[in-house]
């Protein structure tokens, strides 16, 4: 129960202290809200192997190991975005993948189921801008030899529930 003055600064600190969500002053999520400083290092020490897309086996466990880390849901659920934006660059062998997310992603946020799901598509969308900061023009570069028609593949069966990935029902 909140018991201080009817301030905004401190009843934000008092709200991020006891549900560990931060705001800024208007309301809006923090800049980099959803970034994940040991999936973002992971990215930064790895990022030639995840532009090639090629041999990218270690690099998705260590991403898988890291899910321990997190015990918050909200942080778990972006962990698991990060090894799901990997594992799509491992089978598809190109980071266009995550040129693809990125568009569905602002499709999706036409029109959110909630305001949770609003947040945590706004979380995702900075994950997949931590990619473009990190890997630059390399994340958008393809077989040159190769048209992406040919080299498109069928999509891959997951072995995870697309929906707990893209949240699509209200939480």
């Not at 400083?37 to 898988?64: C, F, P, R, W, Y």
């Amino acid at each position: 129960m909140y018991g201080g003055r009817f301030d905004k600064i401190e009843i934000m600190a008092f709200i991020a202290d006891k549900t560990g969500i931060t705001r800024q002053q208007n309301g809006a999520l923090p800049e980099g809200a959803g970034l994940l400083k040991e999936m973002d290092e992971l990215i930064k020490a790895n990022k030639n192997t995840i532009a090639s897309g090629k041999k990218m086996k270690k690099i998705v466990q260590k991403a898988k190991e890291f899910l321990e880390y997190y015990d918050d849901r909200d942080m778990q659920e972006i962990a698991e975005y990060y090894v799901y934006l990997l594992e799509e660059v491992e089978y598809h062998e190109e980071t266009s993948v995550i040129d693809d997310e990125r568009y569905y992603l602002i499709r999706e946020l036409v029109d959110p189921k909630g305001p949770r799901q609003r947040e945590l598509l706004l979380k995702k969308q900075n994950v997949v801008r931590q990619f473009f900061d990190i890997m630059g023009d390399k994340l958008l570069k393809r077989n040159s030899k190769q048209s992406p028609i040919v080299k498109a593949k069928e999509p891959r069966p997951h072995n995870h529930n697309h929906d707990k990935i893209h949240r699509h029902e209200e939480l």
